[in-house]
């Protein structure tokens, strides 16, 4: 079989590419541990309080260990529960001492809403019926907004919080 010169260029550029792909999917897949955020954590969500994590009195930001945060928080049409600070308002900022580990666990009874700290990398869908959760390392102090990206009805807008990094 005879290939012509410019066939072999475009058959090894496009084995090639594959194989580039196929390495940058294993690397982040295997050694930087990537995954699809959601590992199919579920929760009934007409019962979110049954589950421990969601009951009101351990809503909001928990120290679990030195350096070590949980927060843990409902999203609903249109509000975010973090539950009540101890005057009994609604908690609406969050403060997290910065290099900090944080996991974030968030879900819904209704719809599915978004869960977005603007300015950083944590950025979950909030489904019905899951729990989303993130681990981070919130670095650079600041006053950064939590918003809704995932548009949920007439009062998406309202679907916001503070999250303050200090040091
Ligand atoms: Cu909740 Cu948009």
């Not at 819904?108 to 869908?125: C, E, K, L, Y």
Request: glycine content about 10%; aromatic content about 12%; some cysteine.
């Amino acid at each position: 079989m005879h290939l012509h010169k410019y066939e072999k260029i475009w058959l090894t550029f496009g084995i090639g590419s594959l194989v580039v792909f196929l390495l940058i999917l294993g690397y982040g897949a295997f050694w930087k541990g990537t995954h699809p955020q959601s590992h199919g954590v579920t929760i009934d969500p007409n019962n979110i309080q049954a589950y421990e994590d969601f009951k009101p009195e351990n809503l909001g930001l928990t120290k679990v260990d030195d350096n070590q945060y949980v927060v843990n928080l409902i999203a609903s049409a249109f509000n975010y529960d973090f539950g009540k600070d101890d005057d009994g308002a609604p908690v609406k900022h969050i403060r997290i001492p910065a290099g900090s580990n944080v996991l974030f666990q968030v879900t819904t009874p209704d719809v599915v809403h978004g869960f977005n700290v603007a300015g950083t990398n944590v950025n979950m869908m909030v489904e019905p019926g899951y729990i989303s959760q993130l681990e981070t390392v919130l670095k650079k102090p600041g006053i950064y907004t939590i918003v809704c990206n995932e548009y949920c009805g007439v009062g998406h807008h309202m679907m916001y919080a503070t999250l303050e990094v200090y040091e």
